[in-house]
């Protein structure tokens, strides 16, 4: 027994130095560790200096909670017995409402009328009670004039508002728009910030609680209405211009939110881009609107606008970087590499310097030795 005990003993200090090994080292220690062998402070003190300005910056940021639908002040989505667009988040939704409420639907109006009265007319002026003898009239050139005319100077109306919101909602992204590349699957969406990391959120449709299974996420009305809430809302900056490309991995999709007027094609193999900005906080839902298999009603999308504040706190939360840290990161990459480089020649440059001046010492000592050697084989002049 006791021979066991001792082998049992012998066999764990063995393994000791393994099991250090193994484990994390501790920041402190290495720190220390780190002086003791040599190492100048200033190595380590602008890591300790970054991380403690990281925490307090990120300490700094209010916490980010997904926004709730019953309480949020704006929510963009379909009212019941809604005869009108969805009230416009956008300057160009706010634009294009203004174009249908203000110049469309009033010429509509006025048409509809005008004929409805012409055929009341025609209908009680001209039956065969009241005009037994119908006319033989084949043209009136005044009434020709007016009908042609009128409807060109309609149309020209109408021209120009309508161009000129085709060439606002193709105006490219400003510098310094934020990027986000949604990518529609068989049947759910991806959003991508490669501006802030590359990170990648899935979104999904929640199912109702029947539906659901042991364990899993199911909608609340807290997450948006039936059939249009997600898992993973995409989150953008309010007042801060979007770039949004569109793309997809499959099939044909569409990406559309009717409150921010937008909708556009996501094609395989293709990337579209539009810009927007949304002009106030809150919750915004679409829909797929491309017929793009069997579950295509099943495709929801639904944008969260924060403050810019809470959005890049929910950037860190998803594990992204801001871009001033990005480029911040990548100027001190730069001049790291610079003041590498710049000692690296200077180490080279002395170098060769002591090797000339090595070479230089060397030749005196060489000449001596051969003008000695001459003057030891001289022959003796008497």
Same mark, same amino acid.
């Given at each position: 027994?006791?021979?066991?005990?001792?082998?049992?003993?012998?066999?764990?200090?063995?393994?000791?130095?393994?099991?250090?090994?193994?484990?994390?080292? +501790?920041?402190?220690?290495?720190?220390?560790?780190?002086?003791?062998?040599?190492?100048?402070?200033?190595?380590?003190?602008?890591?300790?200096?970054?991380?403690?300005?990281?925490?307090?910056?990120?300490?700094?940021?209010?916490?980010?909670?997904?926004?709730?639908?019953?309480?949020?002040?704006?929510?963009? /989505?379909?009212?019941?017995?809604?005869?009108?667009? *969805?009230?416009?988040?956008?300057?160009?939704?706010?634009?294009?409402?203004?174009?249908?409420?203000?110049?469309?639907?009033?010429?509509?109006?006025?048409?509809?009328?005008?004929?409805?009265?012409?055929?009341?007319?025609?209908?009680?002026?001209? +039956?065969?009670?009241?005009?037994?003898?119908?006319?033989?009239?084949?043209?009136?050139?005044?009434?020709?004039?007016?009908?042609?005319?009128?409807?060109?100077?309609?149309?020209?109306?109408?021209?120009?508002?309508?161009?000129?919101?085709?060439?606002?909602?193709?105006?490219?992204?400003?510098?310094?728009?934020?990027?986000?590349?949604?990518?529609?699957? *068989?049947?759910?969406?991806?959003?991508?910030?490669?501006?802030?990391?590359?990170?990648?959120?899935?979104?999904?449709?929640?199912?109702?609680?029947?539906?659901?299974?042991?364990?899993? /996420?199911? /909608?609340?009305?807290?997450?948006?209405?039936?059939?249009?809430?997600?898992?993973? /809302?995409?989150?953008?900056?309010?007042?801060?211009?979007?770039?949004?490309?569109?793309?997809?991995?499959?099939?044909?999709?569409?990406?559309?939110?009717?409150?921010?007027?937008?909708?556009?094609?996501?094609?395989?193999?293709?990337?579209?881009?539009?810009?927007?900005?949304?002009?106030?906080?809150?919750?915004?839902?679409?829909?797929?609107?491309?017929?793009?298999?069997?579950?295509?009603?099943?495709?929801?999308?639904?944008?969260?606008?924060?403050?810019?504040?809470?959005?890049?706190?929910?950037?860190?939360?998803?594990?992204?970087?801001?871009?001033?840290?990005?480029?911040?990161?990548?100027?001190?990459?730069?001049?790291?590499?610079?003041?590498?480089?710049?000692?690296?020649?200077?180490?080279?440059?002395?170098?060769?310097?002591?090797?000339?001046?090595?070479?230089?010492?060397?030749?005196?000592?060489?000449?001596?030795?051969?003008?000695?050697?001459?003057?030891?084989?001289?022959?003796?002049? *008497?």
């Amino acid at each position: 027994m006791k021979l066991l005990n001792k082998f049992i003993l012998a066999f764990s200090m063995a393994l000791m130095p393994i099991a250090a090994q193994a484990q994390d080292a +501790n920041p402190a220690e290495a720190a220390s560790d780190a002086v003791a062998a040599g190492v100048p402070a200033a190595d380590t003190a602008p890591v300790v200096a970054d991380a403690a300005a990281d925490g307090e910056a990120e300490a700094a940021l209010p916490e980010y909670t997904q926004v709730d639908v019953t309480t949020a002040d704006v929510v963009g /989505r379909p009212e019941a017995g809604g005869i009108d667009f *969805q009230e416009q988040y956008t300057d160009n939704g706010i634009y294009a409402k203004w174009i249908n409420n203000a110049i469309l639907l009033p010429i509509i109006i006025v048409i509809s009328l005008f004929v409805l009265g012409l055929i009341g007319w025609v209908i009680v002026r001209y +039956n065969r009670k009241a005009n037994p003898q119908a006319s033989k009239t084949t043209h009136n050139t005044t009434i020709e004039v007016i009908w042609t005319l009128v409807p060109v100077l309609i149309l020209l109306g109408i021209a120009y508002p309508s161009l000129d919101l085709l060439a606002r909602q193709f105006k490219p992204a400003p510098e310094g728009a934020v990027t986000v590349k949604a990518t529609g699957y *068989q049947w759910y969406w991806t959003y991508t910030y490669p501006d802030h990391g590359g990170f990648e959120i899935v979104s999904n449709m929640l199912k109702e609680e029947k539906d659901a299974g042991e364990g899993e /996420r199911f /909608r609340t009305d807290a997450d948006g209405p039936d059939l249009m809430a997600v898992d993973n /809302r995409m989150v953008v900056p309010v007042g801060v211009p979007i770039r949004l490309q569109t793309t997809a991995a499959d099939v044909i999709h569409s990406f559309a939110v009717p409150s921010l007027w937008y909708k556009l094609d996501a094609v395989p193999g293709r990337l579209n881009e539009k810009a927007l900005t949304i002009k106030k906080p809150g919750v915004y839902f679409g829909q797929c609107s491309e017929l793009c298999g069997a579950r295509h009603g099943y495709m929801p999308i639904a944008i969260e606008a924060l403050p810019p504040a809470q959005f890049a706190n929910w950037v860190k939360a998803k594990g992204g970087k801001m871009p001033a840290e990005i480029k911040a990161e990548q100027a001190a990459a730069a001049a790291k590499a610079k003041a590498d480089a710049a000692s690296a020649a200077a180490a080279a440059s002395e170098g060769v310097d002591a090797g000339a001046g090595n070479d230089a010492a060397a030749e005196p000592g060489e000449v001596d030795a051969s003008d000695k050697a001459g003057v030891q084989d001289a022959p003796a002049v *008497q």
